[in-house]
């Protein structure tokens, strides 16, 4: 196990609501990035958090935003949810926004959209 | 074009054959390439990084990377049927401060004993 937890493990929605994914990261890092992986296809790049920052976005509309705390969780927000944001999310922690420096993914959120 | 192509798959081999998993990309700035290692219901695992070109190996497991022919590959010598995952090839770039990767589709593999 990585030390990373994602809240809910499954969740089903209808078109048009909003919903919230949590993520805990692993002791120790502050910088959290997220991941949206539609079935049969690799992660795709949310945006990613250093110390409470947004520092990096992805190709995602606004309707896709992010918070992070002092304790350094975090949040995935999405509005007007669209059946095309059914996939799995994954967030990923990691001591710094490096490269040489390892994610550590969570198990992931299975979001459906109906 | 994507920035990185992955052929999916399947690929279906014996126990103990050596398993060689292949990435092309097309973008010259990428300066670190991953390896992750998915199983079904689970996020991805690191098995591997480089930075810029050469090999690298760890135990059964070697990633090499060509940045003159953009093309990285991993191989599994001995493959185990608890080898069968997805194996996900990612690349990154410095890109406003930090590394944000870039992955492919993901190659499913699959040990038969």
């Known amino acids: 196990e990585t030390g990373v937890t994602q809240s809910p493990t499954h969740l089903i929605k209808t078109r048009g609501q909003q919903v919230t994914l949590r993520c805990s990261s692993q002791?120790?890092?502050?910088?959290v990035s997220w991941y949206q992986q539609a079935l049969g296809q690799g992660p795709q790049f949310i945006f990613q958090?250093?110390?409470?920052?947004?520092?990096g976005r992805g190709n995602f509309p606004p309707r896709f935003s992010g918070l992070q705390f002092p304790n350094y969780s975090s949040e995935l927000n999405v509005n007007a949810l669209e059946l095309d944001d059914s996939a799995l999310y994954l967030c990923?922690?990691?001591?710094?926004?490096?490269?040489?420096?390892?994610?550590?993914f969570g198990p992931g959120t299975r979001l459906t959209v109906l | 074009q994507k920035e990185v192509e992955q052929d999916p798959g399947p690929l279906s081999v014996p126990e103990g054959a050596i398993v060689s998993l292949n990435c092309t990309y097309s973008?010259?700035?990428?300066?670190?390439f991953m390896w992750y290692r998915q199983y079904s219901r689970k996020g991805p695992e690191l098995l591997m990084y480089?930075?810029?070109?050469g090999n690298k190996e760890d135990g059964r497991f070697t990633a090499q990377v060509d940045k003159s022919s953009k093309y990285i590959s991993l191989f599994i010598r001995d493959s185990q049927p608890s080898d069968s995952a997805t194996y996900l090839c990612?690349?990154?770039?410095?890109?406003?401060?930090?590394?944000?990767?870039?992955f492919g589709r993901g190659t499913s593999l699959i040990v038969h004993p």
């Open positions: 002791s120790g890092h502050n910088t």
């Open positions: 480089t930075y810029s070109s």
């Open positions: 958090y250093y110390r409470e920052e947004e520092n």
């Open positions: 990612a690349m990154s770039a410095l890109s406003g401060g930090s590394y944000i990767p870039t």
């Open positions: 973008n010259s700035a990428f300066q670190y």
């Open positions: 990923a922690s990691s001591r710094t926004s490096g490269g040489s420096d390892t994610q550590y």
